[in-house]
């Protein structure tokens, strides 16, 4: 792994502000979505559960477990009130019986995709009114804001 030509000084002021700023980010973002979203906010639990199944469909409970760094009983319990909403089912493997994967129904994709919309549609709202110069340095940072994430939670990538 590269080490950092930063210096301690510099690294902690930029930790500090990204701890500052993208709860912040990610708090307004879910207002905006309260409001104008149609259906009523998920647990936290059963929305990570709904996002890692919609980039990797087909999971079992274990293995989202594992993933969302959540105890299995946990995401067992997530799967059962989505499954009660319409949202996820429950399929027996084809290749082992004793196995249950995980899989959006339509509904669930068709909500999420609104979701994105929405937040695309709020950053982009917000990217518009920066400068230049900040947009392009957002869009700079992406690559290295992904990389710091699967090195805080390993299994975010």
């Known amino acids: 792994m590269p080490s950092s030509s930063a210096s301690e000084r510099d690294l902690r002021r930029i930790a500090s502000g990204l ?5 912040a980010l990610h708090r307004g973002l879910d207002r905006r979505l309260a409001r104008d979203f149609p ?3 998920l647990p936290e639990g059963q929305l990570a559960l709904l996002r890692l ?12 477990a594992e993933a969302l760094l959540m105890k299995p009983n946990n995401v067992s319990v997530s799967a059962s009130r989505l499954a009660d909403q319409g949202l996820l089912e429950r399929l ?3 290749a082992d019986k004793r196995v249950a994967r995980l899989h959006l129904t339509t509904e669930a994709r068709s909500r999420i995709a609104v979701v994105g919309d929405l937040m695309d549609g709020y950053l982009i709202e917000g990217l518009r009114v920066l400068s230049e110069g900040e947009a392009s340095a957002l869009g700079s940072a992406l690559s290295a804001l992904e990389a710091l994430a ?3 939670h390993p299994a975010a990538g």
């Open 39 to 41: 259906h009523s906010r």
């Open 53 to 64: 199944l919609a980039e990797r469909d087909g999971l079992t409970v274990g293995q989202a």
């Open 19 to 23: 701890a500052a700023v993208l709860p």
């Open 150 to 152: 699967r090195q805080v």
């Open 92 to 94: 027996e493997d084809p």
